[in-house]
């Protein structure tokens, strides 16, 4: 038995949007502990400096390491297109990103060979998304958007919540009637181009697809990275003989780093579809190495 099958998976985003992979994770691996991390006192990282970014990815990648984790996922894709190589290069566990599935995803998805790609300033302006496409089919176009509105709107909108009492669904947190004309005016330069695919490329996107798709129209497939980074994990781990007994119970924990435990949980608890009963606030000890 590899010593490695007890060992934890670490999982980490700006905030809630990791849990949408967590949630495939769980689906497809239902029987691996988990150790999620949301940067929730420095979310957004879109806007930020990559280096920055960078920064953050190696700190949480290093405290992760240091729980034991036998896999790493960023669940963030500005944080993959930040740091997914210093880390992979700094730490001795297998590290994956978000950007290269959710670019395989598109790939194989698209007939017109022409993809949407829509996430933060810093995903777009890092020009992840068409590398990693155009490394499996050169010969697809790409459009990438910047949609710096979206996290925000999903990070406030379940904080709001706070506030309005209990909500079943994401869908009913977020109706169409209130949101309809923010999303679809900033989806407005990508809805006028032949698109037949639209890459997802923010782990926070997939709580608001419905209104999403609502402004793509039918005929427009949308691709995120979760279920495809979830299936490499479980690759990864199979090929190691690393996986985790699918039938045993497991543990799962979670770490806030903003002050907002309570808020946290429940939210995210509607994220993940899961109930989040460890839930606590994570102090990240500086990370002493080169990023
Ligand atoms: N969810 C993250 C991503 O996939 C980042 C959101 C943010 O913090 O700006 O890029």
Same mark, same amino acid.
């Given at each position: 038995?590899?010593?490695?099958?007890?060992?934890?998976?670490?999982v980490?985003d700006? +905030? =809630?949007?990791g849990?949408?992979?967590?949630a495939q994770l769980i689906?497809q691996?239902p +029987?691996?502990?988990?150790?999620?991390?949301?940067?929730?006192a420095r979310?957004?990282y879109?806007?930020?400096?990559?280096?920055?970014?960078?920064? =953050?990815?190696?700190?949480?990648?290093?405290?992760?390491? @240091?729980q034991?984790?036998?896999?790493?996922?960023?669940?963030?894709?500005?944080?993959?297109?930040? +740091?997914?190589q210093a880390?992979q290069?700094?730490f001795?566990?297998? %590290?994956?990103?978000?950007?290269?599935?959710?670019a395989?995803?598109?790939?194989?998805?698209t007939? $017109?060979?022409?993809v949407?790609?829509?996430?933060t300033?810093?995903?777009?302006?890092s020009g992840a998304?068409?590398?990693? %496409?155009?490394? %499996?089919?050169?010969?697809?176009?790409v @459009?990438s958007?910047?949609?710096? &509105?979206?996290?925000?709107?999903?990070?406030? +909108?379940?904080?709001?919540c706070?506030?309005?009492?209990?909500?079943?669904?994401a869908a009913?947190? =977020?109706?169409a009637?209130?949101?309809?004309a923010?999303?679809?005016?900033?989806?407005?330069?990508? *809805?006028?181009?032949?698109?037949d695919?639209?890459?997802?490329?923010?782990?926070?996107?997939?709580? %608001?697809?419905?209104?999403?798709?609502?402004?793509?129209?039918?005929?427009?497939?949308?691709?995120?990275?979760?279920?495809?980074a979830?299936?490499?994990?479980?690759?990864?781990?199979?090929r *190691?003989h690393a996986?985790?007994?699918?039938?045993?119970? $497991?543990v799962?924990c =979670?770490?806030?780093?903003?002050?907002?435990?309570?808020?946290f949980?429940?939210?995210?608890?509607l @994220?993940?579809?899961?109930?989040?009963?460890?839930?606590c606030?994570?102090e990240? &000890?500086?990370?002493?190495?080169?990023?």
């Amino acid at each position: 038995m590899a010593h490695d099958q007890r060992a934890p998976i670490g999982v980490f985003d700006s +905030g =809630f949007g990791g849990l949408t992979v967590l949630a495939q994770l769980i689906e497809q691996m239902p +029987g691996e502990d988990i150790i999620f991390v949301g940067d929730s006192a420095r979310c957004p990282y879109g806007p930020r400096q990559l280096e920055e970014v960078r920064g =953050f990815a190696l700190q949480i990648c290093s405290w992760l390491v @240091v729980q034991g984790c036998k896999l790493i996922i960023i669940a963030c894709n500005t944080a993959t297109a930040a +740091g997914l190589q210093a880390a992979q290069r700094a730490f001795p566990v297998p %590290i994956i990103g978000v950007v290269e599935p959710g670019a395989r995803a598109a790939a194989h998805a698209t007939h $017109s060979r022409a993809v949407g790609v829509i996430a933060t300033r810093g995903t777009v302006s890092s020009g992840a998304y068409e590398r990693a %496409i155009h490394h %499996i089919d050169a010969g697809i176009e790409v @459009v990438s958007l910047a949609t710096p &509105p979206f996290v925000e709107l999903v990070e406030h +909108g379940l904080q709001r919540c706070a506030a309005a009492g209990s909500v079943a669904n994401a869908a009913q947190l =977020f109706p169409a009637c209130e949101y309809r004309a923010l999303v679809r005016s900033a989806l407005a330069p990508l *809805r006028a181009l032949p698109l037949d695919t639209l890459v997802l490329g923010c782990t926070h996107y997939p709580v %608001i697809r419905h209104l999403i798709a609502d402004a793509m129209g039918p005929e427009v497939t949308l691709v995120s990275s979760a279920e495809e980074a979830a299936r490499d994990a479980y690759q990864i781990l199979h090929r *190691r003989h690393a996986l985790a007994d699918a039938a045993q119970e $497991s543990v799962r924990c =979670f770490y806030t780093t903003g002050d907002d435990v309570e808020d946290f949980k429940r939210f995210g608890s509607l @994220v993940l579809g899961h109930p989040m009963e460890r839930v606590c606030h994570l102090e990240l &000890p500086a990370y002493e190495g080169t990023a």
